[in-house]
């Protein structure tokens, strides 16, 4: 493999704002990633523990309700995300467009090791077709996204509103014919069989940082027209 092919062990340094970006629309690159990936991490916090949730989600370049853009998500009233939300609003989400299944590690002529990934092992044409597929990236890069999370009121029109294109944008068809198995037009994922009391949440697109597989940075930042952009933005959720 070429050096310049192998990754990177060390990254840029990020500790404050890199390579800012400025403009009324998101960069190509996160709209790209917001747009094909089908889930998002969620990261909440209740004032002393993290927690880290995998979900899917909406994302909107506008709603009738407001200019940025928006990602929905859905959550159930009683789980630990909901709690920490409903405490703690701030939220940093994690979205990437590549897989993540790594592929085999280079044979080690000093003998055999248990991590992660695995060595390379003997496999079948079919089974190596399969995984050099599987680990090909889509674009190399993922974005961060911190703001606050906010609960639509039940029944509001704007929940109404959102949790119809919400539903709309989460069906497992497509999953479901991958692996041969029949589906009803529209089927959804359990996790998006949505009751009376669920709660629609959404978090405006305005501020987060593009990382590329490089250990290249950049922050990005979302303004309207005519909105000052002087202030110096949030990294990570923590203002420099």
């Known amino acids: 493999m070429s050096e310049s092919l192998n990754p990177p062990l060390s990254y840029e340094a990020s500790a404050t704002t890199t390579h800012r970006h400025v403009a009324t629309t998101l960069p190509p690159e996160v709209a790209s990633c917001l747009k094909n990936s089908r889930f998002l991490h969620l990261a909440t916090c209740d004032g002393m523990t993290p927690h880290i949730a995998l979900m899917s989600y909406t994302f909107l370049a506008s709603t009738p309700f407001g200019p940025y853009p928006t990602i929905i998500m859905t959550m159930n009233p009683s789980s630990r995300k909901t709690t920490h939300l409903m405490a703690n609003p701030r939220v940093s989400l994690l979205v990437h467009d590549w897989v993540s299944h790594r592929p085999p590690t280079r044979a080690n002529p000093g003998g055999s090791r248990d991590g992660s990934p695995p060595p390379a092992a003997t496999r079948s044409s079919l089974a190596s077709l399969l995984l050099n597929l599987n ?20 029944a509001s029109e704007e929940e109404t509103w959102c949790k119809d294109r919400h539903l709309e944008n989460n069906t497992f068809e497509e999953e479901m014919s991958a692996f041969g198995q029949t589906q009803q037009p529209g089927q959804r994922r359990a996790s998006l069989l949505i009751d009376d009391d669920v709660r629609v949440v959404t978090v405006r697109v305005r501020e987060g940082r593009l990382a590329d597989w490089k250990g290249g940075v950049k922050d990005w930042l979302v303004v309207q027209e005519g ?14």
């Open 135 to 154: 680990t090909s990236a889509l674009s190399s890069i993922s974005t961060t996204i911190t703001g606050e999370a906010r609960f639509l009121d039940p």
């Open 227 to 240: 909105e000052e952009s002087s202030t110096e933005p949030a990294v990570n959720g923590v203002i420099l």
